[in-house]
Structures are given as structure tokens and as C-alpha cells.
């Protein structure tokens, strides 16, 4: 979604743009054609504010470039994690299916030593106790992170709706202002 945020910012953007967007949710993992026109037609359906300032366009093309640079900054994060992990002696880490080197890089950084269990199973259920309050909170935090983005977007546009009026009246004023002194001159 990312990527086609980034080349389609907005609503507009995605209907008239329709075949290559159909074309580009295709090449998505788990996006087939039909789920691709299916999200096309919700978007045409969809009630929304006219950007015609675009101005939820620009917020977020800003928040696509930023979320790829957190994909950048994570990458490089794993790559490291990944070496460090290279050079860490893991004889004596149980092998547990589907646990990667980052969780790997995390449990040893928050147990320290892992021959301090009697068993695999007190291993294991300490993780399970220590990571259950740390997930619950990072999808709280997330949450309330999305809010507040939401909040600040619909502020900038209150704004610039508030502001469109005072400046087409300044305008008015400022041309005004110049007929009147443009006739003084003559």
C-alpha cells in the first residue's frame, strides 16, 4: 500500500488513474484482479472531503516518504542484528521454528544467560509472560500514534479552509486598494 500511496496520494489520483493502479495492487502479494477493482470501485463509492487545495494529498505523500525511510532505518537495524548474531556462540539457544535472529538478538538481550532455566518449557513460558505486556503496548502506542496523525490532518485542514476565506478577503482588499490608487494617479 505504500507504494501505491506514494505514486497515488489521493482519491482523484486512484480514479483516474484506474488500470495502473489495478495493475500495480495485482502485483501485491495475496492481490488478485478481482480484489483489485473490488478496492478501485470502494474508493469511487467512497464519501470523502474534496482535496481541491491538496492538501491531504501532500500530508500523505509526506508520511509515505517518511514511513519508507523507517523501512530503510528497520533494514539496516535486521542487517545489523543479523551480524551481531553471525558472531554470538547460539549452541546453547534452543531451537524454536519460525524465531528469527531479531527475537533471537531480543530474548538474549533481556535474559542474558539462558542456562539459567532448568528446562526449555520454564525458558519458553518466561518469554511468553515477558513479551505479552510489551506486544499489547506497541499495538496500543501504534493505535494512539494513527490518532494523533489523523487529529493533526484534519487540523491543517481546518485551517487552510479558515484561511481560504481571510485571504480571498485581503485579496479583495489589496485590488481595492490598487484600482483606488491607480485612479488618484490619472
Known amino acids: 500500500m505504500l507504494e501505491l500511496l506514494s505514486k497515488f496520494p489521493s482519491k482523484q489520483a486512484i480514479i483516474k488513474n484506474e488500470e495502473q493502479v489495478i495493475q500495480l495492487l495485482t502485483s501485491f502479494r495475496n492481490w488478485n484482479e478481482q ?39 528497520i533494514q539496516s537495524i535486521d542487517d545489523q542484528i543479523k551480524q551481531m548474531m553471525e558472531q554470538f556462540d547460539q ?16 530474548i538474549i538481550s533481556e535474559v542474558g544467560d539462558i ?30 500514534d494513527i490518532l494523533q496523525l489523523s487529529d493533526k490532518s484534519d487540523k491543517v485542514d481546518r485551517e487552510v479552509q479558515e484561511e481560504i476565506p481571510r485571504a480571498n478577503i485581503k485579496w479583495q482588499k489589496a485590488k481595492a486598494s490598487d484600482n483606488s490608487h491607480s485612479e488618484e494617479i490619472s
Open 91 to 106: 549452541t546453547n539457544f534452543p531451537d524454536i521454528p519460525g524465531m528469527g535472529d531479531t527475537t533471537k538478538a531480543t
Open 115 to 144: 542456562e539459567k532455566f532448568e528446562s526449555k518449557e520454564k525458558f519458553v513460558s518466561y518469554i511468553k509472560h515477558k513479551t505479552q505486556g510489551n506486544i499489547e503496548k506497541r499495538e496500543q502506542s501504534a493505535e494512539k
Open 35 to 73: 480484489k483489485a477493482k473490488a478496492f478501485v470501485n470502494a474508493i469511487k463509492r467512497s464519501i470523502g472531503r474534496k482535496d481541491k487545495h491538496q492538501v491531504a494529498q501532500t500530508i500523505i505523500l509526506s508520511i509515505t516518504q517518511q514511513l519508507k525511510q523507517i523501512k530503510e532505518q
